[in-house]
């Protein structure tokens, strides 16, 4: 057992959002799907950008977010993901950095341009995405420290990495370092158009025992099992995961351990503004929570704590100090 | 008499504003005038940046955010300012395109990276901004389009742009073509350094008749007339300025034209967050007033209006409909 001096190790996309207000009209124009993420090339992301409105800039990535949320919580945390030369992955490196999140990725000049995603925030606080991966598709195995992914307790890995194939296989890499030096797989399913384009290979790792910790929405989580009814897809995956996490939005989140369950309400909330990053968030206090040995019922309170303060601002990353709303109970 | 096609042309530094929030205690320690702008290097830029704390990015710029207010207004208006051919500069050139300003000044590869503005945010919502001009000290009078101004109403210029030696000097031939062509100048003096700096230079302008509407502040206005009490301040510049304008921070504004005055308290506001921005937008609002041949008073409430929407969020540009919010007066 390798001294474990790392609470959480992610890898994920290296993003820059650009976030713009919309409306329902310029979705449908667009052809876009309300709430989900698509992935767009180079063309398309300047198209776009022409025809958005002015922009807000901020870092993001998914498992960035869960990262950032995890620092600011006062956890050890290190990042792995490709950015391109350029100011906006100077912005990326500089924002994870300063939240104390151990990044040490080098900037690839070959790679292409530093993703970004153009996110549209609709009046109902609800957020589009249009993902232009650039360097981030380029993540390469070699970036995967086997001695950083043995000192961690758990790796973070986000479903939207199984798209390109050069991640896909960094993030393969990484699960088996895992699990040969005792460090726990946590998975999250990021968007149902990711399960479809890829269940097959999802179901393959939990079936094969390479998830511990399993984070989904109720949405993706039924595409997962192809099943109506949450209550039946718990039954169908609570024997294969060791630990199910399911959000459910404004219904609050539930969690199945073992042979516990628990589940908590949405944390009440003064204005919702942007729900971007609210996973992500969730996700970062869930595993606080669990990096700190937090009941499961308080683990999920932490992840509701989490994601309330993102969804009252634009952008996903913390704004207030986290540790300070999560002090009660971390 | 030109047709006059534009109702403001404004030129200014075309910068993107890098936001943070910050503490008193770490603005003495790096030796910082709280609420003031200084100019810093590129290496002391790169210094700051690390010691900062995660950014949010938006686009800024004294007179790029007035021309946006206006934009945001319904009024027609163009923007010169020079940009780097840098991921910055696109995103300067965007979010004013997307707004509806017609801005043309091509970026160069040759004048250096995009301005930005490290801006610190304390809990009194006081903004403290240090700014690297780097390409925007490059603005040449080659930038600036005779036809452009001869087709403005009003043009209006930053007293920020004087530092520079080039930009200073576009500016002073903007100045004569405008008033050759019927066209308005006018001006901030945008900051008490800045006046401190130029004190010598403005009150030339002024004296020769070339600023036909001034904005400042009560303290960059007290700077500037070397006094000690508002009153006596307007009383021995009334006669020199056409119209003068004096911003009051919670306590309004007034406004002195010809032989009329007329004063407005600020407007209400439910929280107040960044004041980035407030004087660029009261600004806008006056401007907007006065192009739309309202009375004084009507345009400094329209400032008031402009200026209450920029102080309730981050970032210097408005995010609310503010032409809904100015509806009732414009």
Known sequence: MNEKTIDVLAIGNAIVDVITDSDDGFLSSQGMAKGSMRLIDAGEA?????AMGPGREASGGSAANTVAGLAALGLRTAFVGQLGDDDLGQIFAHDIRSLG???RTPPSADAGATARCLILVTPDAQRTMNTFLGAAQHLDKSAI???????ARIVYLEGYLWDPEQPRAAMEAAIDLAHSAGTKVAFTLSDGFVVERHRADFLRLIDEGKIDILFANEQEFLHLAQ???LDSAIADF????????VTRSERGALAHSGNER??????????LVDTTGAGDLFAAGFLAGQAKGKSLEDSLRLGAIAASEVIQHYGARPELDLAALAAPLL
Chains 1, 2 share one sequence.
Do not use: C, H, M, W
């Open 46 to 50: 300047e198209r776009l950008y022409e």
């Open 238 to 245: 609570a024997g294969k995961v060791p630990t199910l996490v």
């Open 145 to 151: 420290d086997p001695a950083a992914i043995a000192a």
């Open 262 to 271: 628990a589940s908590v309400p949405a944390e009440p909330i003064e204005r």
């Open 101 to 103: 999140v151990d990044f």
């Open 227 to 229: 099943a109506t009814s």
